[in-house]
């Protein structure tokens, strides 16, 4: 039968302005995250991770900010391309889960022109 | 970096068939592989988690018995999708772990059964 599931939120960016992406997790046990990118008919791509060591993480255009006091995790992309469009997912690692993710409900980022 | 090869990419069956997905370490020993699926415009969903050379330990809900996977070395699981449905059809992805690196994906296998 037809599945019922919930639609991706959506975020509509500019190219060349910045893309901001929000996670929320519920785990407090959750010492790992990651973010990944997602294109049509393709695998999780890595992005960027951080530990709950951390609080901000840079890499090449991307940031990631985690806020441990509200659980909360973003994605800064910045002067975002076309090639940026993709869905994103965050996923996160607790301990004592035998090491598997857990993945946020995902992102749609469309880069308009 | 590390490199997952998933394979095939696309396949499609006639329903009743088995249909089986191979997920291959090309270049680090995965000691742990996942196997998820993913439906349209939802997110990925772990069926099962395996080791190489023990049994697969499959999420709540996930049938073992339809879902059948292998981890037979360090470089190779596969995941055999028994007498298969319509609502089988989906987005299978495998993600490989090994000692010395994170998390890597494989790019995906498109089930559709007819």
């Known amino acids: 039968g037809e599945s019922v599931g919930l639609h991706l939120p959506t975020l509509s960016v500019q190219e060349g302005d910045n893309s901001i992406i929000n996670c929320a997790y519920s785990?407090?046990?959750?010492?790992?995250f990651i973010w990944y990118k997602q294109e049509s008919g393709k695998g999780p791509q890595f992005i960027i991770d951080i530990r709950s060591n951390m609080d901000k993480r840079q890499g090449q255009r991307v940031t990631v900010l985690l806020n441990k006091t509200v659980k909360h995790l973003s994605l800064q992309i910045a002067a975002t391309q076309p090639g940026d469009s993709a869905v994103y997912f965050c996923a996160e690692n607790s301990l004592g889960s035998a090491r598997q993710l857990t993945f946020g409900s995902g992102t749609q980022l469309t880069v308009l022109p | 970096g590390a490199v997952v090869s998933q394979h095939p990419s696309r396949v499609i069956c006639k329903s009743g068939t088995s249909v089986k997905i191979e997920c291959r370490s090309l270049d680090f020993q995965a000691t742990t592989m996942f196997w998820y699926r993913q439906f349209p415009k939802q997110s990925l969903m772990l069926m099962a988690t395996?080791?190489?050379?023990?049994?697969?330990?499959?999420e709540q809900g996930v049938e073992k018995d339809k879902f059948l996977i292998n981890h037979a070395s360090l470089t190779l699981s596969t995941l055999t999708v028994t007498s298969a449905h319509p609502e089988d059809s989906s987005f299978y992805i495998c993600s490989a772990r090994g000692q010395s690196y994170g998390y890597t994906f494989g790019s995906g296998t498109r089930l559709t059964v007819v």
């Open positions: 785990n407090s046990a959750s010492d790992y």
């Open positions: 395996s080791n190489e050379g023990s049994k697969a330990t499959y």
